[in-house]
């Protein structure tokens, strides 16, 4: 359980305040309601680039990094297909460092030329070192334009391509900020040993006077259903196929989310999930062989990879899935087993309670989904999944109709290269 | 009125709490270190043994007998192992490094009586199935495989060798011929002389009380699993006479980087004061290498320089992976870099920031139960005593611009560093 208060500022930031005095350190937490789905298709990789350039100083203050070192604090941050999320740690004395930081990138950048052209380098050197130079690393970049053929969530955070990044302009980089950096965009998350008054009050001084950017809602276009199985084929440089199968799932704040998830953890979370005892330790006929969700906020994927042993065929590798598949359509999960994967959610939840930045980016992330009180809700949504409702949603997830399925092939080496 | 281009006041960091674990021992005199702190009811037990790829007798024994303890023990099949622990939400880590085989287990503390009673079987009875071997060997043979593939990888293997020579065990030399030479006997063997009580020490973490040593004398204080311990081996380094390394892989578009060099070890007076200036160099966000040549230059993701303090040797390492039109132009950046930290002190503005910064870092290595744990063995593995940590603090408030010129005129002489480039060009004006 995590106790918070929360308020919201005149000009529509939500402030939001957990109080831990287990720790000598304060996170500050900034979560923007913008990422990659908000791009225009021709300019994929923008949300992310972006997030590099709010570390390129901000209207007032030329540096972030430097005062913020000064004051013994830390930082980071990450671009997801639903989010941009900023987060810094500090001894809690040097708390208003982080408003002081914080605030000045929400109210305007430097947009600086010279930030731009060296972390549009950055970026494309990072574009590299993920993807392009990586085994298996364009494999999400496919899987995803497999899979979604309108929504946005057809392309990568990293971006699509290369080029994108390369054409970015500063009135584009511009235009975005005010379109999306904006209070009544952001959530603000404070944990550590702080009381919420303080909080409320350094948040009106430093962030009260940025002005509301009346922020549109977003309209992304929603996925159609898919009536067809979708098959892609690549021919890679890596030491061994791998098959990917990704099956249309539910949104988050779908009461279906969790059995979905769930059902992933009785697939493949641990050594005695089914597919590893079975396909994997029984059979041997894969070496790897994990499922797993997306975990985007709209309608994601459930996502079934492996790798198959030496000897094993792609296609034979997908019938042995489809069985372990078939058999959570066929017959419920016994009480046990339910049992046995609520207690391990249950447990993760613990363990993740343990940290306070880790709090304080859970709370902003699901403050972005809906409510900040769903991290408290959730051992309870997990506990009253029955194995009838995983039996009902594995019916409605693994269809074939549903599937997209990419086979990753191997370039053998005794293959002359045309 | 809010001036918005001066940062508020910064507090200097004066008091930090640092939690020391207490040691206790088990009648048959495993040291037991406890870090009682925490408000989760959250157990972290780390099993410490002497087991790493130091004391192997071949490639992989260490890593593969490490990674069989949770493959079956005389009480618990493989499947009966991963059941228990998935059934009630805890976690088995294995991991062999160049010294420790480490067995560490994380659990609701509600659940620590059962799960201690399984660790305790897997821990002195591991029964080393032929099966499950197989299925792991298979299953690191492909990792193997994958992880050959990436530059980094690669550079790494070719820096360790370099600076060790391939005969030293902290030289990283798998083939994948070598997942066939394993045998199981070879890995009962290594198990039977390094797994024992008298080869073990133990840390606990978390809400833990008397109740927790009870349970830990109760399953593991006993005479029943004390066996002859190994005599040490010893084994000198021999480094390659040639400082430039170049490992061929065909069609990458960037390459990795390694450079580095011999660096003293944690007990050696300049240790606290050259942390200091390796992380001037490459070691934090601000730093010279980072500044330079990600901030400035554009070539790099990212840069960095640490220290890899090891049992027997450490090094400084610079690690980065770069376009392969950049290759030349970083090493050209990094050697000026070091230069610089040699003929210009650094300013005080610098020297200020990199201090509060590491007495930041400082703080959140004493922060919570685990990190705590992680901060005492770091100096328990070198038998170090928490005078290490107020000796770091003294230096770190102390240190001024000279003394850590005069260190990277003794430390930072690019010509003493090796090299390794890992990629499809060759960089030929280097060799």
Same mark, same amino acid.
């Given at each position: 359980?995590?106790?918070?208060?929360?308020?919201?500022?005149?000009?529509?930031?939500?402030?939001?305040?957990?109080?831990?005095?287990?720790?000598?350190?304060?996170?500050?937490?900034?979560?923007?309601?913008?990422?990659?789905?908000?791009?225009?298709?021709?300019?994929?990789?923008?949300?992310?680039?972006?997030?590099?350039?709010?570390?390129?100083?901000?209207?007032?203050?030329?540096?972030?990094?430097?005062?913020?070192?000064?004051?013994?604090?830390?930082?980071?941050?990450?671009?997801?297909?639903?989010?941009?999320?900023?987060?810094?740690?500090?001894?809690?004395?040097?708390?208003?460092?982080?408003?002081?930081?914080?605030?000045?990138?929400?109210?305007?950048?430097?947009?600086?030329?010279?930030?731009?052209?060296?972390?549009?380098?950055?970026?494309?050197?990072?574009?590299?070192?993920?993807?392009?130079?990586?085994?298996?690393?364009?494999?999400?970049?496919?899987?995803?334009?497999?899979?979604?053929?309108?929504?946005?969530?057809?392309?990568?955070?990293?971006?699509?391509?290369?080029?994108?990044?390369?054409?970015?302009?500063?009135?584009?980089?511009?235009?975005?900020?005010?379109?999306?950096?904006?209070?009544?965009?952001?959530?603000?998350?404070?944990?550590?040993?702080?009381?919420?008054?303080?909080?409320?009050?350094?948040?009106?001084?430093?962030?009260?006077?940025?002005?509301?950017?009346?922020?549109?809602?977003?309209?992304?276009?929603?996925?159609?259903?898919?009536?067809?199985?979708?098959?892609?084929?690549?021919?890679?440089?890596?030491?061994?196929?791998?098959?990917?199968?990704?099956?249309?799932?539910?949104?988050?704040?779908?009461?279906?989310?969790?059995?979905?998830?769930?059902?992933?953890?009785?697939?493949?979370?641990?050594?005695?999930?089914?597919?590893?005892?079975?396909?994997?330790?029984?059979?041997?006929?894969?070496?790897?062989?994990?499922?797993?969700?997306?975990?985007?906020?709209?309608?994601?994927?459930?996502?079934?990879?492996?790798?198959?042993?030496?000897?094993?065929?792609?296609?034979?590798?997908?019938?042995?899935?489809?069985?372990?598949?078939?058999?959570?359509?066929?017959?419920?999960?016994?009480?046990?087993?339910?049992?046995?994967?609520?207690?391990?959610?249950?447990?993760?939840?613990?363990?993740?309670?343990?940290?306070?930045?880790?709090?304080?980016?859970?709370?902003?992330?699901?403050?972005?989904?809906?409510?900040?009180?769903?991290?408290?809700?959730?051992?309870?949504?997990?506990?009253?999944?029955?194995?009838?409702?995983?039996?009902?949603?594995?019916?409605?997830?693994?269809?074939?109709?549903?599937?997209?399925?990419?086979?990753?092939?191997?370039?053998?080496?005794?293959?002359?290269?045309? | 009125?809010?001036?918005?281009?001066?940062?508020?006041?910064?507090?200097?960091?004066?008091?930090?709490?640092?939690?020391?674990?207490?040691?206790?021992?088990?009648?048959?005199?495993?040291?037991?270190?406890?870090?009682?702190?925490?408000?989760?009811?959250?157990?972290?037990?780390?099993?410490?043994?002497?087991?790493?790829?130091?004391?192997?007798?071949?490639?992989?024994?260490?890593?593969?007998?490490?990674?069989?303890?949770?493959?079956?023990?005389?009480?618990?099949?493989?499947?009966?192992?991963?059941?228990?622990?998935?059934?009630?939400?805890?976690?088995?880590?294995?991991?062999?490094?160049?010294?420790? $085989? *480490?067995?560490? @287990? /994380?659990?609701? =503390?509600?659940?620590?009586?059962?799960? &201690?009673?399984?660790? +305790?079987?897997?821990?002195?009875?591991?029964?080393?199935?032929?099966?499950?071997?197989?299925?792991?060997?298979?299953?690191?043979?492909?990792?193997?495989?994958?992880?050959?593939?990436?530059?980094?990888?690669?550079?790494?293997?070719?820096?360790?060798?370099?600076?060790?020579?391939?005969?030293?065990?902290?030289?990283?030399?798998?083939?994948?011929?070598?997942?066939?030479?394993?045998?199981?006997?070879?890995?009962?063997?290594?198990?039977?002389?390094?797994?024992?009580? $008298? *080869?073990?020490? @133990? /840390?606990?973490? =978390?809400?833990?009380?008397?109740?927790? &040593?009870?349970?830990? +004398?109760?399953?593991?204080?006993?005479?029943?699993?004390?066996?002859?311990?190994?005599?040490?081996?010893?084994?000198?380094?021999?480094?390659?006479?040639?400082?430039?390394?170049?490992?061929?892989?065909?069609?990458?578009?960037?390459?990795?980087?390694?450079?580095?060099?011999?660096?003293?070890?944690?007990?050696?007076?300049?240790?606290?004061?050259?942390?200091?200036?390796?992380?001037?160099?490459?070691?934090?966000?601000?730093?010279?290498?980072?500044?330079?040549?990600?901030?400035?230059?554009?070539?790099?993701?990212?840069?960095?320089?640490?220290?890899?303090? &090891?049992?027997?040797?450490?090094?400084?390492?610079?690690?980065?992976?770069?376009?392969?039109?950049?290759?030349?132009?970083?090493?050209?950046?990094?050697?000026?870099?070091?230069?610089?930290?040699?003929?210009?002190?650094?300013?005080?503005?610098?020297?200020?920031?990199?201090?509060?910064?590491?007495?930041?870092?400082?703080?959140?290595?004493?922060?919570?139960?685990?990190?705590?744990?992680?901060?005492?063995?770091?100096?328990?593995?070198?038998?170090?005593?928490?005078?290490?940590?107020?000796?770091?603090?003294?230096?770190?408030?102390?240190?001024?611009?000279?003394?850590?010129?005069? &260190?990277?005129?003794?430390?930072?002489?690019?010509?003493?560093?090796?090299?390794?480039?890992?990629?499809?060009?060759?960089?030929?004006?280097?060799?």
């Amino acid at each position: 359980m995590i106790h918070f208060e929360r308020t919201k500022l005149a000009n529509g930031l939500t402030v939001i305040v957990h109080q831990d005095k287990t720790t000598p350190m304060v996170a500050i937490d900034v979560c923007y309601n913008v990422g990659s789905r908000d791009e225009h298709p021709d300019r994929t990789g923008f949300a992310h680039l972006f997030e590099h350039l709010m570390f390129g100083g901000s209207k007032h203050i030329p540096s972030y990094d430097e005062p913020l070192q000064k004051a013994g604090g830390d930082n980071n941050a990450f671009t997801s297909n639903d989010l941009t999320n900023y987060y810094l740690t500090l001894p809690k004395n040097n708390i208003e460092t982080g408003f002081w930081l914080e605030s000045d990138r929400m109210l305007e950048l430097a947009f600086s030329k010279s930030s731009l052209e060296v972390q549009r380098n950055v970026v494309i050197e990072e574009f590299k070192q993920r993807t392009l130079n990586q085994p298996y690393g364009d494999v999400w970049a496919l899987l995803r334009q497999l899979a979604y053929k309108v929504h946005p969530y057809q392309w990568p955070t990293i971006g699509r391509e290369i080029s994108h990044i390369e054409k970015a302009t500063m009135q584009q980089v511009k235009d975005f900020f005010f379109a999306h950096y904006a209070p009544d965009n952001a959530v603000l998350v404070v944990a550590g040993d702080v009381d919420f008054d303080k909080v409320v009050t350094l948040a009106d001084r430093w962030f009260g006077p940025i002005p509301n950017r009346a922020v549109k809602p977003r309209s992304i276009p929603q996925e159609p259903e898919q009536t067809e199985i979708r098959e892609q084929s690549v021919v890679r440089d890596v030491p061994n196929d791998t098959i990917y199968m990704a099956y249309h799932m539910p949104d988050r704040l779908d009461p279906n989310y969790y059995a979905t998830d769930l059902i992933s953890d009785v697939l493949s979370n641990g050594n005695s999930s089914r597919m590893y005892l079975n396909l994997v330790q029984k059979e041997k006929m894969f070496t790897e062989l994990d499922a797993y969700l997306s975990g985007d906020n709209e309608p994601g994927l459930f996502v079934v990879s492996g790798k198959p042993s030496n000897g094993i065929s792609l296609e034979t590798a997908r019938k042995a899935i489809e069985k372990e598949l078939d058999r959570m359509k066929q017959e419920r999960v016994s009480e046990y087993e339910l049992e046995k994967v609520k207690n391990k959610v249950e447990a993760n939840i613990e363990y993740s309670e343990m940290n306070y930045l880790n709090k304080a980016m859970n709370l902003a992330t699901n403050e972005i989904l809906q409510d900040a009180d769903l991290i408290n809700s959730q051992v309870d949504f997990y506990r009253s999944v029955t194995s009838a409702q995983i039996q009902e949603v594995a019916q409605q997830i693994f269809r074939t109709e549903n599937c997209s399925v990419l086979n990753y092939i191997a370039k053998k080496s005794e293959h002359v290269e045309s | 009125m809010l001036n918005r281009k001066i940062q508020p006041t910064v507090h200097p960091i004066e008091h930090i709490d640092m939690v020391q674990a207490e040691k206790r021992l088990l009648s048959n005199g495993i040291p037991v270190y406890f870090v009682n702190a925490g408000s989760q009811d959250v157990v972290k037990i780390d099993f410490i043994f002497e087991a790493g790829t130091w004391f192997q007798p071949a490639n992989l024994v260490a890593s593969l007998c490490n990674s069989m303890l949770e493959e079956g023990s005389s009480n618990f099949s493989a499947a009966e192992i991963g059941e228990k622990f998935d059934f009630y939400g805890a976690y088995i880590q294995l991991m062999a490094d160049q010294n420790y $085989g *480490n067995f560490n @287990i /994380i659990s609701l =503390g509600k659940y620590l009586p059962t799960i &201690l009673e399984i660790t +305790e079987n897997m821990i002195k009875h591991s029964v080393f199935p032929q099966y499950e071997l197989e299925v792991l060997i298979d299953k690191n043979k492909q990792k193997f495989l994958l992880e050959n593939q990436k530059v980094k990888t690669l550079c790494q293997k070719k820096f360790t060798q370099v600076m060790f020579g391939e005969a030293h065990p902290y030289a990283i030399t798998n083939k994948i011929e070598d997942f066939d030479q394993v045998s199981r006997e070879m890995l009962v063997e290594f198990y039977q002389s390094f797994y024992h009580s $008298g *080869n073990c020490r @133990i /840390i606990a973490a =978390g809400q833990v009380d008397e109740s927790v &040593l009870a349970l830990l +004398e109760a399953h593991f204080g006993g005479a029943d699993w004390q066996r002859n311990t190994i005599e040490t081996p010893y084994y000198e380094v021999s480094p390659d006479p040639h400082k430039f390394h170049h490992v061929e892989k065909a069609n990458g578009i960037q390459s990795a980087v390694r450079m580095g060099k011999f660096w003293v070890p944690k007990n050696h007076p300049d240790y606290h004061a050259l942390s200091v200036l390796v992380t001037i160099l490459g070691g934090y966000f601000g730093s010279r290498l980072m500044t330079n040549i990600r901030e400035e230059k554009g070539y790099t993701y990212g840069i960095g320089s640490f220290v890899l303090s &090891l049992k027997h040797v450490s090094y400084l390492i610079i690690t980065t992976e770069v376009g392969n039109e950049y290759i030349e132009p970083t090493l050209n950046e990094i050697a000026i870099e070091m230069k610089r930290l040699q003929t210009e002190p650094v300013s005080e503005n610098e020297l200020e920031t990199v201090k509060s910064y590491l007495l930041g870092e400082f703080l959140r290595d004493f922060d919570g139960p685990f990190a705590l744990a992680g901060s005492f063995k770091a100096i328990n593995d070198f038998d170090l005593d928490y005078s290490f940590y107020d000796n770091y603090l003294h230096v770190l408030r102390n240190i001024t611009s000279e003394e850590l010129m005069r &260190l990277a005129q003794q430390y930072l002489n690019p010509e003493d560093f090796y090299t390794v480039v890992a990629g499809s060009t060759f960089p030929t004006n280097l060799t």
